[in-house]
């Protein structure tokens, strides 16, 4: 049986999100470690799923945002911090994440979405802090220590080639940008998952991205 579907970019998200909540490592971090849920529109959708909690709008669980056709930054005051979950309990919002990066530990997860991601299933992330952002602050931890870490990303986000971007980006100073300068880190060697993955997770079914694109709320 085929069966054809269409997602906007926010059940994308959804869908996303109960794929990585399925994963067999984190439910097995959720039960026994720490997972990281670093700041990012999908994330908000995941820390719903994983905590059984519901936001206003999941695209408060962020600092950095496009929107209004421009790279920026979200409302300070509406912002919901990112979320450190050990044995199935969220810390208090006062336990920064950055804090728990010298406890990190083998079994741990680190979750952080993109802005980028191509068909060989290398992942990039757009950064305007100037030291890097949140994976600027995690990468050397997470890969020293050998930390799974997950990139929930929707084929919206599909660019031909992330290695060519991220050469192209690389060693030269943007002069000038519609909204915020950012560059693209890439965060080579993590488990992506989309909603190709998330489908096959979910429903053990092969599924394939045939068409991209619409409008009135099915913009991506």
Request: charged fraction near 20%; include cysteine.
């Amino acid at each position: 049986m085929r069966a054809q579907i269409t997602l906007n970019p926010s059940e994308s998200k959804r869908l996303i999100a109960k794929g990585v909540v399925a994963l067999p490592n984190v439910i097995k971090a959720l039960k026994d470690h720490t997972i990281i849920l670093a700041g990012g529109t999908t994330n908000g959708f995941i820390a719903e799923e994983l905590l059984g909690i519901h936001f206003e709008k999941p695209s408060y669980y962020t600092i950095g945002i496009i929107a209004g056709g421009k790279p920026g930054l979200s409302m300070e005051q509406d912002r919901i911090p990112p979320y450190v979950i050990t044995k199935g309990k969220p810390r208090g919002n006062d336990f920064h994440w950055k804090s728990y990066l010298t406890q990190l530990e083998a079994g741990d997860i680190f979750i952080k979405g993109g802005n980028a991601v191509d068909h060989t299933g290398l992942t990039a992330v757009l950064a305007s802090n100037d030291t890097g952002g949140t994976i600027g602050a995690a990468w050397g931890p997470v890969i020293q220590r050998g930390i799974e870490l997950i990139v929930p990303i929707g084929l919206e986000k599909l660019i031909p080639n992330v290695r060519e971007a991220v050469e192209f980006m690389a060693g030269k100073a943007t002069d000038e940008a519609i909204g915020d300068k950012a560059g693209l880190m890439p965060m080579l060697g993590a488990t992506v998952v989309t909603e190709i993955t998330a489908l096959k997770i979910l429903y053990n079914v092969n599924a394939k991205c045939i068409a991209a694109g619409g409008i009135d709320g099915s913009e991506g």
